[in-house]
């Protein structure tokens, strides 16, 4: 069985050749190679891809379609680019649970002695500020 992140990094670089499928020019390219129109948040997507990997593909889509109509739904007025953000970005961290088993710390992604200096100087500041006044 491959790894979660293994399939990520499929599923990522077949999302990488997203293609819009109302280009000509993406179209044209299309007829060159096997590729499958998703639709995400309502609009088409051509996306090259082997006929081995359509399927997956057909899951990603479909993942991300699933995370950015929740977002959407709970943010009217945001740009579709914020919403393909923070669905990556959900994608991501599910992605990471899933790798660490629920585990994962804010101390492997938080460089806490560098911050525990940062305040031990904004003190100092602001004690230094209270002083001269």
């Known amino acids: 069985m491959t790894s979660p992140r293994k399939r990520w990094n499929s599923h990522l670089g077949q999302l990488l050749t997203l293609r819009s499928a109302n280009k000509s020019t993406d179209m044209a390219s299309a007829q060159n190679s ?18 081995e990997e359509e399927n997956a593909l057909l899951a990603a889509a479909a993942l991300v379609d699933r995370h950015m109509q929740i977002i959407s739904g709970k943010m009217k007025n945001m740009s579709r680019e914020r919403m393909a953000v923070m669905a990556a970005i959900n994608i991501a961290h599910e992605l990471q649970q899933e790798e660490t088993g629920g585990t994962t710390s804010a101390s ?23 002083a001269a006044t």
Do not use: Q, W
């Open 34 to 51: 096997h590729s499958r129109e998703v639709t995400i948040l309502g609009s088409n997507y051509r996306i090259a891809c082997t006929p």
């Open 108 to 130: 492997e992604y938080f460089d806490s002695d560098a911050a525990k200096r940062r305040i031990a100087d904004m003190g100092a500041r602001l004690d230094a500020l209270v």
